[in-house]
């Protein structure tokens, strides 16, 4: 190693020399002060531990009998070659050499800058690799941060780029399922960009990211204008024509096969791709294919997405258009049914009235199931507003309940209503209001048996807030629901097993439509029950509150 003399541009070295032979360590310091060094001195162990713990040196020079510190300083020892135990002395872990003694000054002063020049190195060398793996890891981040495949690719040439000091950066995805078809270049300021449509061919690059892949290693070269390539591994010919005085080329993969392959280039400066370098390299390629991948994944899903969107709302015109089409000519069924029932001047027999009866059940029948289908089919647009008024509680449920005693008398079911004792009043459309008790109360009637009881309850209660909640429970004494059927009766066009094996009629839309008008007053609905026992179906509505959804 040629001599290297330190150059002091303020402040020089600090050295501390340690040595229990006078003379020695006067000479040792009197050759280390010539060349500009600072120097301190001791003759033991306990003067040396006082002096590193005053400062850090640069060097420490040190007899081998006191070599035995731990310290971070590099450390020179000085070494009788003749004695075996004074050379072992020297096997030590850290930054050291060894010197004879009595050593020339020269050598002396030489071995000392040495030795500092080479830690100072290796803290410049893991400096620079914490700065390159920072910054690859902000190239990391700022690619996990979005699902959109252009701007993931866009960030990665440009970080290779600035990172390493680059003149082009060029990535590209291969035709395949898994990612999308996309290309994406950066240049240093002043070269134009490279052409679109790079490669007439893609067979060639692929092969060498797929060699590459099956590898796990990148294609580097440098020099003057690096060759095409080494063995069976050739850089594709398009790229090489660019004549990169350094470059490397690393694959992005999945599975067995590659996906793409990024390319960063220096045209004019050769350099050496260090171990680490291509490490991070190599992890950010990764990263970057992961985020390509789950990218085409969301994006293929946001599409499937927009496609049952278009669908259900072409489902929701065609239920719309349906029920128009089937309430019209069901009104004038009704309107005919009502004036032969009511004719005086010719009435029908009893046994016709008795059919007529039927038919105008049934028609009712189909005439809430249509009215189901249309809310249904307005669920959730702005085509169905709600119409809030004051409405009184007490006189909604009365009207529903005196709809429903002819069905309940029917069905051989008594319906019991116990009202709150004070007239209860809430912000609400009257007309949905009354089609969540009808839904509730008429469910009630067809799963309970003959003989059995519901009984309508209407409670106020208030929150430790100071909230007023009005709570109307309707509970039946039928099949009940079993426990884990319950979080699904709300699911549209769902039926619980025993509705379905009892052949109890339904669409399985009535409560799901409920459901969403009370939520739409700013509601909940809650549902308990028991098989074989009977269920309870409760409605809380706030006291004289607007609704929390959009009127």
């Known amino acids: ?25 006067e000479f040792t310091t009197a050759a280390l ?31 081998s009998s006191l070599s ?29 050499d060894s010197i004879a003694k009595p050593p020339a000054a020269k050598e002396l002063v030489h071995r000392a800058t040495a030795l500092i020049n080479l830690v100072s190195r290796r803290n410049e060398a893991r400096q620079e690799a914490e700065t390159l793996r920072e910054r690859l890891r902000q190239v990391s981040a700022a690619v996990r941060g979005t699902n959109h495949p252009q701007q993931i690719a866009d960030f990665v040439v440009r970080g290779f780029g600035e990172t390493f000091g680059a003149d082009r950066v060029w990535l590209t995805t291969f035709d395949d399922d898994r990612v999308p078809p996309i290309t994406a270049q950066w240049q240093r300021p002043g070269l134009a960009p490279l052409p679109e449509g790079l490669f007439t061919d893609e067979d060639p690059v692929r092969r060498t990211a797929d060699a590459l892949w099956s ?21 594709p010919a398009e790229l090489a024509k660019l004549r990169a005085a350094a470059f490397v080329a690393v694959p992005m993969g999945d599975g067995s096969t590659s996906l793409g392959i990024i390319w960063i280039a220096l045209l004019n400066s050769p350099r050496e791709w260090s171990r680490a370098e291509l ?37 929701t015109d065609f239920l719309a258009t ?8 069901l009104t004038s069924i009704m309107a005919y049914l009502d004036m032969i029932q009511e004719n005086t001047s010719d009435p029908v027999s009893s046994e016709v009235h008795q059919m007529l009866d039927i038919v105008v059940r049934n028609t009712e029948r189909l005439r809430l199931l249509i009215e189901d289908m249309l809310s249904v ?81 209407s409670l106020t209660r208030a929150d430790a807030d100071g909230t007023r909640w009005a709570t109307v429970s309707v509970s039946d004494s039928g099949i009940g629901i079993s426990s884990d059927e319950i979080a699904h009766i709300f699911t549209r ?42 269920t309870t179906v409760t409605v809380n509505l706030r006291l004289g509150a607007h609704a929390s959804h959009g009127t």
């Open 377 to 457: 089919s307005r669920n959730g647009h702005e085509q169905s507003p709600l119409h809030l008024t004051p409405v009184r509680l007490a006189r909604t449920l009365e009207i529903v309940t005196a709809a429903l005693r002819p069905l309940a008398k029917v069905q051989n079911v008594a319906i019991v209503m116990a009202q709150a004792s004070e007239d209860q009043e809430i912000l609400a459309d009257e007309v949905q209001l009354q089609q969540v008790f009808t839904n509730l109360v008429s469910n009630a009637i067809k799963f309970t048996p003959g003989g059995g009881q519901i009984d309508v309850v």
């Open 279 to 315: 490490a991070l390299i190599q992890h950010v390629a990764g990263n970057t294919a992961h985020g390509l991948i789950q990218s085409h994944l969301i994006t293929s899903q946001q599409q499937v997405v927009k496609q049952l969107q278009q669908l259900d709302k072409a489902k």
């Open 322 to 329: 349906v029920n128009h089409e089937l309430r019209t000519p």
């Open 493 to 534: 066009f769902y039926r619980a097993s025993n509705a379905m094996s009892g052949a109890v009629p339904g669409t399985g839309l009535g409560l799901a439509i409920t459901q969403d008008i009370v939520q739409r007053h700013g509601g909940r609905i809650d549902v308990t029950s028991e098989l074989g026992v009977g």
């Open 215 to 235: 590898r796990a290693e990148a294609l580097t070269a440098d020099g003057a204008f690096a060759p095409l390539g080494t063995g069976d591994v050739q850089l």
């Open 68 to 96: 035995d510190v731990d310290a971070t300083a590099p450390v020179l020892v000085l070494v009788d070659l003749d004695s075996p135990a004074e050379v072992k002395s020297v096997e030590h872990a850290g930054v050291r």
């Open 33 to 63: 002060e010539a060349a500009g060094f600072t120097v301190k001195t001791g003759g033991d162990a306990a003067s040396l531990s006082a002096l590193l713990d005053e400062r850090e040196p640069s060097v420490l020079i040190l007899d």
């Open 1 to 25: 190693m040629p001599a290297v003399t330190p150059h002091f541009a303020t402040v020089p070295y600090l050295a501390v020399v340690a040595d229990p032979d006078a003379g020695r360590r």
